[in-house]
């Protein structure tokens, strides 16, 4: 009687090397293997997909998310008197400066606040429309000051594509962020935008201490050390130390910049979740 064959056998590596990934392989590898599978991806032409589909997913995630948070009247109540105390700010600073009376600054407001009563269906196809629009042109800048720092500071070989690929394929990490998000909003009839330190201890953020704590977020810190990874590795560098300095230290640099500004410009509060 034959030997019975051994089906168990391994993928020698230079087998391995030459089969191309597909994204489904991508998406998996950055949670399991994200340092294997950014090398192996250098070695491949860069493809649209790999970072298109993860922006529109987090699109289409993040206002499914707002929709479902805002089903619950607490919830939305909540946002509402967040974004009016917010409005209400920037009108009392304009009456200071003589721009328009006290009068005309409550007659806005209210105007405003009816107007968020009676918001429909075109609203929100407004409002998923001008997010998408937002989140594709911060993705290209932000993509394009990676792309420069990646080329021309840390002297990588790699292009434009290959920081958008870096940049977009870990955006899978913030569609998890925004599961937890929603999980933990309709548990606590809260409305956070993140998953911080800051905003689980519902800390103010307008304070320095406050805004650092919003920045102490897991996923935010895993999301931008796979930024990271990817520039490094899609720009063929085996320094990966210096991406992860140059990416943090941007994140942080960026973000301390426009707290300073927002606090001498307040419609900027807004845009920063204050």
Do not use: C
């Not at 289409?60 to 089903?71: E, F, G």
């Not at 009068?103 to 609203?123: H, K, L, N, S, Y």
Request: hydrophobic share 50%.
């Amino acid at each position: 009687m034959p030997d019975e064959q051994n089906n168990n056998f391994s993928i020698p590596p230079e087998i391995e090397d030459e089969i191309e990934l597909h994204h489904s392989d991508k998406l998996v590898g950055i949670f399991t293997e994200p340092i294997k599978t950014f090398s192996k991806m250098a070695n491949e032409k860069t493809k649209t997909f790999d970072w298109l589909i993860p922006v529109v997913f987090l699109i289409i995630i993040t206002n499914v998310a707002l929709m479902v948070l805002m089903t619950n009247p607490n919830i939305k109540y909540a946002f509402q008197e967040k974004q009016i105390a917010n409005i209400q700010q920037q009108f009392d600073e304009a009456v200071k400066k003589g721009q328009m009376s006290k009068e005309q600054a409550d007659q806005q407001v209210e105007t405003i606040r009816e107007r968020m009563d009676q918001t429909g269906a075109a609203a929100q196809v407004i409002q998923l429309v001008s997010s998408a629009i937002g989140i594709f042109i911060v993705f290209f800048i932000v993509s394009g000051v990676y792309f420069l720092f990646a080329k021309f500071l840390l002297k990588g070989d790699g292009t434009y594509n290959h920081a958008m690929t870096a940049y977009g394929l870990p955006f899978y990490i913030a569609v998890i962020q925004w599961i937890i998000i929603v999980i933990f909003g309709l548990v606590s009839e809260r409305m956070i935008m993140d998953t911080s330190v800051g905003s689980f201890m519902n800390i103010d953020k307008s304070s320095l201490g406050g805004f650092l704590l919003s920045k102490a977020d897991i996923f935010s810190i895993w999301f931008y050390w796979l930024v990271a990874v990817g520039l490094a590795k899609l720009f063929k560098s085996e320094n990966l130390n210096k991406y992860v300095i140059t990416v943090f230290s941007l994140w942080i640099g960026f973000n301390l910049l426009f707290f300073f500004l927002s606090q001498s410009i307040p419609f900027l509060k807004p845009f920063l979740g204050m």
